[in-house]
């Protein structure tokens, strides 16, 4: 019978690990990389073109998904996965970082966050109970507690005050979790550590969430504009304040050599924007750096992006093309470097989690670094 959820660590390499959480709807290699799909879509890819990328599992972003097409209609079709035909694991986050993000629109109490809607004005409140309702009914596999990210140079009081509620929050959503008693026997639930980059304040946060208990913990509070110098501080020590047997997921990082670094301190799962929003805009991912395929040395450079790349637009299209698309605003240029960057991102995966295995980690990032950043 396939477990709820099972994290099995296979290879450690330093802090480096390499496991495989097991859901009902597949399982999950890590290291892992997610790609976001905010709005039920990974923009400019089909899912069967995700999955081909190398993904077990992507993310949906519950305050966009509860404003459009929202959660009630998403469940009366049948569930995010049905709506969107990915059959494979999707974790949502709780909505709290975009509620952050709206600081000119909300207003947070105790209870939660009353804010208003970037489309069309209408007021809602989000509260953890709220949150843990409408990850319910999208069908998520991996569901986030509700917990609010301040800005990491924030005061100090103020990011207190703000992790203390959060922690609150973390308790009420294990118990909303717990009383939708059908879904929380087929999907998890992660707790979020948050503190910014006070030591002291992760690891209050981190003790409050081992008292309430969680599937996998994440470290929130991190690639807000703190840099990654500080984030790689952070990192330094949050991890090892959680549980070794658990996944330790770091929300919303980043560029590939952030995920080695963070692959280094024992960070599991990852998710960003940053290889579909790059590739949209003409950046692409390789392992000699980043490429901005609009520069004119482009427009008549026959190869391909990347020769060892098998993405179909490495297999099949040259860099003269790919510059052409981009310059002209074709969707057809999007689509293609996403394509790409996601392979690319996923194939950084794949070769840290081979590297772990085979005890050969350190070299593998150093010489990682060396090429990738010149």
Request: hydrophobic share 40%; proline share 5%; glycine share 10%.
């Amino acid at each position: 019978m396939t477990p709820r959820f099972q994290f099995s660590i296979h290879a450690t390499d330093g802090k480096a690990r390499t496991g495989t959480i097991a859901m009902r709807r597949g399982e999950i290699r890590t290291p892992a990389f997610m790609p976001v799909g905010t709005a039920a879509t990974v923009k400019a890819m089909k899912p069967e073109g995700v999955r081909a990328s190398g993904a077990d599992i992507i993310l949906g972003n519950t305050y966009h998904l509860m404003l459009r097409p929202g959660a009630e209609r998403v469940a009366r079709l049948g569930g995010l996965h049905k709506f969107m035909n990915w059959d494979r694991p999707i974790l949502t986050d709780s909505g709290g970082y975009q509620v952050m993000s709206l600081s000119e629109l909300r207003k947070i109490t105790e209870e939660g966050v009353t804010f208003a809607s970037h489309i069309d004005g209408s007021r809602h409140l989000l509260t953890p109970e709220r949150s843990m309702e409408i990850q319910r009914l999208l069908g998520s596999d991996i569901v986030m507690a509700f917990d609010e990210c301040p800005r990491a140079d924030a005061p100090r009081d103020v990011i207190e005050k703000s992790m203390q509620m959060s922690m609150r929050w973390a308790q009420r959503s294990r118990a909303g979790f717990d009383a939708g008693e059908e879904h929380a026997e087929r999907s998890a639930l992660f707790g979020i550590q948050q503190g910014a980059l006070v030591e002291a304040l992760r690891r209050e946060s981190a003790d409050a969430l081992q008292n309430v208990g969680f599937d996998g913990y994440a470290i929130g509070g991190l690639a807000v504009g703190e840099g990654q110098e500080a984030m790689f501080g952070v990192l330094d020590f949050a991890p090892d304040m959680l549980p070794a047997d658990r996944p330790r997921y770091l929300m919303g990082v980043g560029k590939p050599d952030d995920l080695v670094g963070a692959v280094e301190r024992g960070i599991d799962m990852f998710d960003c924007v940053l290889p579909t929003r790059s590739g949209r805009n003409g950046q692409a991912f390789t392992w000699d750096g980043a490429v901005n395929i609009r520069n004119a040395r482009h427009a008549e450079d026959p190869v391909p992006l990347d020769e060892s790349c098998p993405c179909d637009a490495c297999r099949n299209y040259s860099r003269a093309y790919l510059h052409h698309l981009i310059k002209a605003g074709e969707i057809l240029g999007a689509m293609l470097l996403t394509e790409h960057n996601l392979t690319f991102y996923q194939g950084l995966m794949a070769g840290m989690r081979k590297a772990i295995a085979e005890q050969r980690f350190a070299s593998f990032a150093r010489d990682f670094r060396a090429r990738y950043l010149g």
